[in-house]
């Protein structure tokens, strides 16, 4: 899916990174770390960016969060991670951005939020300092929107008007107006500061999927800037992925959305990369980009009473998250390959042959077999306890990576491995 996508025209680089243009849609995260506390936010980070971020944005809220930023970038490079690192600013990033000019050097890009850079003629004036800042240092800015901090001043304007002219507007329409004429009032400024359009991206969030769908087809009709694209505050577990799902699901497809965040709100002491696998495997299901080995598995049923395939596909699933760093690194194209563990004997062969790599497990009550198939041919069968079972499908899987794909820097037409 990549000729019919409605890539905005604009392209903006941010670090080693371009965002439209006609570059593939980026995965970007943020930190939860305090930004002040540098080995806890340079760990985040590296865990972020080793699971498939190409973008971490951190918080920027304090003299002490600023002064730490560049520490952040220089143990960051010495560790060889060079993802790009986006400041988000609200309320005095003004400030922050002039007092310590380090860290606005040591940052990528400036998140910048119009509903809470100020009010009346102070808001453009704060807005024009963050503006120049970036202009001076070579940095992009995105305008991030929010339903939750909209402009308040422009919001009463607008149902002001709706009102007066008895245009019949529901308070949802008038609020998704003042946000598109938010983000391109707020561009227009950055345009008219110096800001060139390579330097800006664009964004509007709210947190219902309807809504989030509505806006951003109006948003797109209406500039060539790059968008960010995530539906906000989208919630915990289930409710967070299915809810970004739908609404960016349905965006993506249309060719909506240069750089997407899946906004999960993690269980306490949870893991934070999991908004990371979401975005990847959103891009993933849609055929628009490949990050990681998919691995197919089946529901289970009456069929499957043994826990034995669910703990195998979970544990593969894992295993290839930990091995896809290392093998990204050295072999060309293997996230592209496809995995299957399956059940029981209904689906499990035919799934199994239409993967890569792929084990039927017999199911409950029949012959304790589990058939492999590699490419689509019966490869070997295994027996054995689950330990025995992991180990020996992980070394087939471990086999075929180094077999099939060819590594990175080999003189063309070198065999793999």
């Known amino acids: 899916m990549t000729s019919d996508r409605r890539h905005r025209t604009v392209g903006v680089k941010v670090g080693k990174i371009r965002i439209g243009g006609g570059a593939p849609v980026v995965v970007q995260s943020m930190t939860s770390t305090d930004t002040a506390d540098v080995e806890a936010t340079v760990r985040q980070t590296l865990e972020l960016a080793q699971a498939g971020s190409e973008l971490v944005r951190v918080t920027v809220n304090v003299p002490e969060a600023a002064a730490a930023v560049p520490e952040i970038r220089r143990r960051l490079d010495d560790a060889g991670c060079d993802v790009p690192l986006i ?65 308040q001043e422009l919001v ?31 561009t227009e400024l950055a345009l008219e500061c110096g800001l060139g359009k390579d330097r800006i991206v664009i964004s509007c969030k709210v947190s219902r999927p309807r809504d989030l769908i509505a806006l951003y087809r109006d948003l797109a009709s ?52 999991e908004e990371v696998y979401a975005a990847c495997e959103l891009l993933q299901a849609l055929g628009i980009r490949s990050f990681a080995p998919s691995v197919t598995a089946c529901p289970g049923c009456g ?56 084990i039927s497990l017999p199911g409950t009550g029949e012959a304790p077999t589990c058939p492999v198939y590699v490419d689509g041919q019966k490869f070997a069968t295994l027996k054995g306890t689950y330990d025995e079972l992991s180990a020996a499908f992980r070394a087939l899987v471990d086999d075929y990576v180094a077999t099939k794909y060819p590594r990175r820097g080999a003189p063309a037409g070198a065999a793999p491995g």
């Open 87 to 151: 400041g988000d600013f609200h309320y005095n990033g003004h400030t922050l951005l002039t007092r310590f000019p380090a860290m606005a050097r040591a940052l990528d890009k400036y998140r910048i939020n119009p509903g809470n850079v100020g009010t009346g003629a102070r808001r453009d004036e704060q807005f024009a300092t963050i503006c120049r800042v970036a202009r001076e240092e070579g940095k992009a800015v995105r305008i991030g929107v929010n339903g939750g901090s909209l402009n």
């Open 156 to 186: 009463l304007t607008k149902m002001q008007e709706n009102t007066d002219r008895d245009l019949g507007r529901s308070s949802e329409e008038v609020l998704a107006e003042c946000m598109v004429l938010s983000a391109l009032q707020s």
């Open 222 to 273: 209406k500039t060539d800037q790059p968008l960010h694209l995530g539906l906000t505050e989208a919630g915990m577990g289930t409710k967070g992925l299915v809810w970004s799902s739908a609404a960016m699901g349905v965006l993506l497809a249309e060719g909506i959305g240069d750089t997407v965040r899946v906004s999960l709100t993690p269980r306490p002491g949870g893991d934070r990369r």
């Open 303 to 358: 069929r499957t009473t043994s826990t034995t395939f669910q703990e195998l596909a979970e544990r593969i699933q894992g295993y290839v998250r930990e091995q896809m760093p290392a093998w990204k690194e050295r072999y060309e194209g293997v996230e592209t390959m496809t995995l299957a563990v399956m059940g029981c004997v209904v689906n499990g062969p035919g799934e199994s042959k239409a993967a890569n790599i792929g």
